[in-house]
């Protein structure tokens, strides 16, 4: 059996989705699982159309109608502009598409400033700060999270269960920090400070933090 | 359940922002738990929270009043268990909302429902008479009134008095936070007698302004655990007052001299 996927792609223009494969019914079930899981990832951006090799034009269309009247996609009609698009993210020689996935990787949301308690910043991809994280601010992302200053606050990485994410700061002295499904906080009692860069991941089911050590 | 328990529901509160209501509140919620009660304290202060720091349980923080109100979560999940007493409980508030976050109704509710679970059900209000402080008061059955001994925090607390009284909370108990018995003495601050005389209110307590709080606030431990200072022993009284203790007040605590000394004179005219 042949193995049908999709893929959302992003240009400058707007995303599309690209099929591969003919069984409608897999096609369906596969687009409903993965707008379960990043429908608001999708919000406000435009829609250019659906690319499918293998696809009727009333198949395209009806996934097309699905994506406008069910998930609420902002849809562009134009048919040739998509097409232009299309092609010019195709490798030349092997026709082969040069774009990953942006449903799986995220944007990237950058902040510059401190952000103090109270605040809550939460994006469907990965954020930067530019500035420090003050206790009681929160940062909740679908991906990773870099701060280029402290970490005082709470951090989420790796909101929907994503354990393959990281949390990285100059100085890494979160209240709180989980990673997917994993919640740790610091100890208790005085923890002497170090100065460095330091990156949290999980390991072994486990979230170990490690120094950043640039040449490794 | 034929075991309830029916907990008594206390409101810390003062109009007057500053006067050391939160302080107060983990002191007397950690004092009764020393003393063997059930307590669960609750921060009503939703989006300026400060009592999980002042307790050291910031880090432990998942679900606050919040998500227990709106259903995110059980109440059970919501709390969050001290690391010194097995019987204190910490229900924190909300940082990233404010205060219409929580209604009056929903409050009542809340603190109903931890009634049956624990003896006592510290409330740490806002400061203000508005949203925070009416949610606050809303399940509670006594009111306990923080002032300091300046004139603006006691007009204050004057008028929260006359509120809590409309409100049908009567007989509220009243604490005088941050007293220095040697500006008392010179005259220069106000008195225990001069605040009684103005608030006439019963006098749960008297706290001398000591650094001692100052230091035990930023380790996050309540200055009531270690007693080592006076304002740490004089929270201790209280907590003891509260479950219907007699302790007379301490000689740091009463406004001039202690008793003995008042009884020389007497005898002496000294």
Do not use: W
């Not at chain 1, 989705?17 to 406000?44: H, P, R």
Request: some cysteine.
């Amino acid at each position: 059996m042949k193995k049908e996927s999709i893929t959302f792609k992003g240009v400058k223009e707007g995303v599309y989705l690209e099929i591969v494969g003919s069984d409608i019914k897999q096609i369906k079930n596969e687009l409903k699982t993965k707008m379960m899981k990043s429908s608001s990832f999708f919000q406000g951006t435009t829609f250019l159309g659906v690319k499918a090799d293998e696809l009727t034009s009333e198949e395209i269309l009806e996934i097309s109608l699905v994506l406008k009247y069910k998930y609420d996609f902002n849809l562009r009609i134009d048919g040739d502009f998509f097409k232009e698009i299309i092609k010019s993210y195709q490798d030349e020689e092997t026709g082969e598409n040069l774009l990953s996935d942006i449903s799986k990787e995220g944007m990237t949301k950058f902040l510059h400033g401190t952000l103090r308690s109270g605040q809550i910043i939460e994006y469907n991809g990965n954020i930067v700060v530019v500035g420090d994280v003050n206790p009681g601010a929160i940062l909740k992302a679908r991906g990773n999270i870099i701060v280029l200053g402290s970490l005082k606050g709470v951090a989420y990485a790796g909101l929907d269960g994503n354990m393959d994410v990281i949390v990285a700061a100059y100085q890494l002295l979160p209240t709180q920090l989980r990673i997917g499904e994993i919640i740790v906080r610091a100890p208790d009692g005085d923890v002497s400070e170090y100065r460095l860069p330091e990156v949290a991941k999980i390991c072994n089911g486990e979230i170990v933090i490690e120094p950043y050590l640039p040449n490794k | 359940m034929d075991n309830e328990k029916l907990g008594t529901a206390i409101v810390i509160t003062s109009g007057k922002g500053g006067v050391g209501k939160t302080t107060t509140s983990a002191n007397i919620g950690t004092g009764l738990a020393i003393l063997g009660k059930s307590v669960v304290i609750l921060d009503a202060d939703i989006g300026l929270r400060n009592l999980d720091v002042v307790m050291g349980l910031e880090n432990r923080i998942v679900y606050d009043i919040v998500d227990v109100v709106e259903g995110n979560c059980r109440l059970k999940q919501g709390l969050i268990r001290d690391k010194r007493f097995e019987k204190l409980y910490l229900l924190p508030a909300a940082q990233t909302r404010d205060k219409s976050a929580v209604k009056p109704e929903q409050m009542k509710e809340l603190v109903d429902e931890l009634k049956e679970d624990f003896d006592y059900i510290i409330i740490d209000s806002p400061a203000g008479i508005e949203q925070g402080f009416q949610y606050s008061i809303a399940g509670a059955d006594i009111a306990v009134i923080v002032t300091t001994p300046e004139i603006s925090a006691v007009r204050d607390a004057d008028r929260v008095i006359g509120i809590l009284e409309a409100k049908g909370l009567n007989n509220p108990k009243l604490i005088i936070n941050r007293i220095r018995p040697e500006m008392v003495k010179r005259g220069d601050m106000m008195n225990r007698d001069d605040i009684e005389d103005i608030l006439a209110i019963g006098l749960l307590g008297i706290v001398p302004d000591d650094e001692e709080i100052v230091i035990s606030t930023n380790k996050g431990e309540p200055a009531v655990i270690e007693r080592k200072s006076h304002a740490g022993n004089a929270y201790m009284n209280i907590a003891k007052r509260i479950i219907g203790e007699e302790v007379e007040l301490l000689d740091i605590e009463s406004s001039e001299e202690g008793k003995f000394s008042k009884i020389l004179k007497m005898l002496f005219g000294k």
